[in-house]
């Protein structure tokens, strides 16, 4: 009985192990399913449902660590598959764990009516902070991509960099700007916030904006002007400029370079008056330092006579010449001969008495009003006072610079002869043998009688 027993015991022990691997058979392939369900349950990543999510270049934290219900909420029981409960408004998810975006003066529209998901993938996304797009291609979802459609496009908007400008959330600035005014351009423009800080004078369109001047996304001429040429963007604000230009009889060469008004002026700021980029003699030199067609080389002949007319020695070339033109010869700014016989009429010495006294050719006699006297007598008045060959300005005097006093010439111009002029200065007074008259003395003190 013992052995039966013993064996009894054994067949029953194999049974119930048999048992045991058939139900654990049957139990392996019922929770197949029950598995595979509770892999749809707690995650919603499986081979077969949402198989690519959270394998894209940038990943919201949430999907990244597989908590979906971060976001959605979840309908139905467990062990069957979710339903999502629809979002009407993705920002107040999104303010759950980000801080608020609709505080500012400035609110972009898409984020005030709460439609985060417009411009950001709430899952994943090939493009950096969740993005649906690039900077430019996003953006020209809702705004007009002809803004970058100029032949010279920004640098920001032309690698899709608006966001460099503009913030896409909100700003206390307006056109959702990143800054006031010109500080955004000096985001980028640290040279020019610099170089602007110490200089005396600034233009104009730079103190108020630098897009009166320059479109800020893109434009069909260099430096994103708005208009062709520096000369035409000139003229939108100096229109008097524009029509004294093309109104007057003698044009200055240097508005025809192919800088026009930059040859001279600087756009933005500058030390000296007007916007030069130079002291005003330096500027005309630029181009006056060699012969040109109807002109010396200035700057040599500068060189080699040294008693300078008043406005050279200022440098102000101006104070003679209308460097944006004139009605008369030389671009003069009023009317000086440029002949050596004029009949005496006052008109004829307008650029001059700019500066000297009228009665200079006017009294005959005088003990103030000149040295160049013998005597009383004025000597200018003797000169100039001819009915049909009263002698100009320009028969003794350069009105640039010469190596004798008072600017006297030692020739002049007559015809095609260089007329010596012979001036000699004394203690009282002085001489000249010109080529049209014998030698001729003067003295203050003591006249002298001419034969």
């Known amino acids: 009985m013992h052995g039966r027993g013993i064996k009894a015991v054994k067949v029953c022990t194999l049974s119930f192990v048999a048992i045991f691997i058939i139900l654990g058979i049957y139990a392996f392939s019922a929770n197949n399913w029950t598995i595979g369900s509770a892999e749809a349950a707690g995650s919603c990543v499986t081979s077969t449902c949402h198989s690519t999510m959270g394998k894209g270049k940038f990943v919201h934290g949430p999907a990244a660590v597989g908590q979906c219900d971060a976001c959605h909420i979840q309908q139905g029981s467990r062990g069957q598959h979710p339903k999502f409960a629809p979002i009407t408004n993705s920002a107040e998810l999104c303010y759950k764990c980000h801080d608020r975006l609709d505080v500012k003066q400035g609110v972009h529209s898409p984020v005030k009516a709460g439609n985060c998901t417009l411009c950001h993938d709430a899952h994943q996304s090939s493009y ?89 996304h893109s434009g069909d001429y260099k430096f994103n002007f708005s208009q062709e040429g520096s000369r035409d963007l000139c003229y939108t604000c100096h229109k008097d400029k524009k029509d004294w230009i093309e109104s007057v009889k003698v044009k200055h060469g240097g508005l025809e370079t192919d800088k026009k008004c930059l040859a001279c002026h600087d756009p933005h700021v500058s030390d000296y008056v007007k916007q030069l980029t130079r002291e005003p003699a330096d500027s005309c030199n630029l181009c006056h330092n060699k012969q040109l067609t109807k002109t010396i080389n200035m700057q040599e002949y500068l060189e080699k006579n040294k008693n300078y007319h008043g406005p050279i020695q200022q440098k102000d070339c101006s104070g003679c010449h209308n460097t944006h033109g004139s009605d008369n010869f030389r671009i003069l700014r009023k009317y000086y001969p440029p002949v050596f016989y004029a009949p005496f009429d006052i008109k004829n010495y307008e650029l001059c008495f700019n500066c000297h006294e009228k009665t200079l050719v006017i009294d005959a006699k005088t003990k103030t009003l000149t040295g160049f006297r013998n005597g009383e007598q004025n000597l200018h008045f003797v000169h100039v006072n001819k009915v049909d060959k009263g002698r100009t300005c320009r028969a003794c005097h350069d009105a640039h610079a010469t190596n004798n006093p008072k600017h006297i010439r030692n020739a002049v111009p007559f015809g095609a002869w260089g007329l010596p002029v012979g001036f000699s200065k004394t203690a009282g007074g002085g001489s000249c043998l010109p080529g049209c008259h014998q030698k001729f003395e003067y003295n203050r003190d003591n006249p002298v009688r001419n034969r």
Not at 152 to 174: K, L, S
Not at 194 to 199: D, I, L, M, R
């Open 128 to 216: 950096k902070f969740m993005l649906r797009g690039d900077g430019q291609s996003l953006c020209f979802k809702c705004h007009d991509k002809k803004i970058a459609g100029g032949k010279f496009v920004h640098g920001p908007v032309a690698v899709g960099g608006c966001a460099m400008c503009h913030n896409p959330h909100q700003t206390d600035y307006p056109k959702m700007l990143n800054a006031v005014g010109n500080d955004v351009c000096y985001i980028c423009h640290t040279d020019k916030a610099q170089s602007f800080q110490n200089k005396k004078f600034a233009h104009k369109p730079v103190k108020e904006k630098c897009i009166n001047c320059h479109s800020p």
